[in-house]
C-alpha cells in the first residue's frame, strides 16, 4: 500500500533555530501534499498545500514566511519552521494522495513532534 | 463551506460493548467519506472509506454507511475491544479532492 515517510519523529531544539520536516511518498506519486498541525487534544488543523513545482497554498492565519513549504520533486515535500519559538511546539504531520487518481484518501506520515525549548 | 461535525467524546465502553460515533457533513457536490485512527503516539491511518453514496466501508470489524439522505457517516462496531482505544477522526474530500475537512476527533477508551 502508499506509504508516506516523515522525518525526522522528533526533533528538540532551541529558540531560534530553524527545522525542517520531510515528507516523503515512498511507492507511489504525490502532486499534492498537505501539512498539518495538531495541538494536543484537537483535531488536525491545515496548513498549507504543497504542490509539486508551484507555491504552496497557505491556509489563512498561517505565516508563509514563517513556515517554507517546498515541493521539489513528486515525492518529497518539506516543510521549514524557521526561527522557531515555544509557541511552534507542536505536533506536525503530513500527507498525500496519488497523483491523477480521484477520490483517494489521503495517506499520512507518522508525524514529527516538535519540542521548541 | 464544506464541514464535519462529529460526536464529542471522550467515549469509555466495556470490552465487547457496541460502538457507534456520530458524523455528519456538509458539502457541496459528492464528497468522499472517511474515517482515520490515531493511536496513542501514533499518527493517522486510514480506517475506512466511501466515495459515493450508499457504499460502506469497512475495516477491522468498523463499518460506516455514507448516507446522503441524512449527510451522514456514522462510524460503527458490533464488539469493542481494549485494542480499539484510539483517537477516531471523520473526514470529508471535496469534490475536486483536493480540500480535507477533519472533526475534531472522538477519544474511545475501552476497559477490559
Redesign the interface.
Known sequence: GAVVS?HPSWVICKSGTSVKIECRSLDFQAT?M?WYRQFPK???M?MA?SNEGSKATYEQGVEKDKFLINHASLTLSTLTVTSAHPEDSSFY?C?A?EAAR??????????TRLSIL | GDSVTQMEGPVTLSEEAFLTINCTYTATGYPSLFWYVQYPGEGLQLLLKATKADDKGSNKGFEATYRKETTSFHLEKGSVQVSDSAVYFCALSDWTGNQFYFGTGTSLTVIP
Do not use: M, R
Not at chain 1, 480521484?102 to 508525524?111: A, E, K, L, M, R
Open positions: 516523515q499534492t498537505f484537537q483535531s488536525l491545515l498545500t504531520i500527507s494522495s480521484d477520490n483517494q484518501p489521503q495517506h499520512f506520515g507518522d508525524g
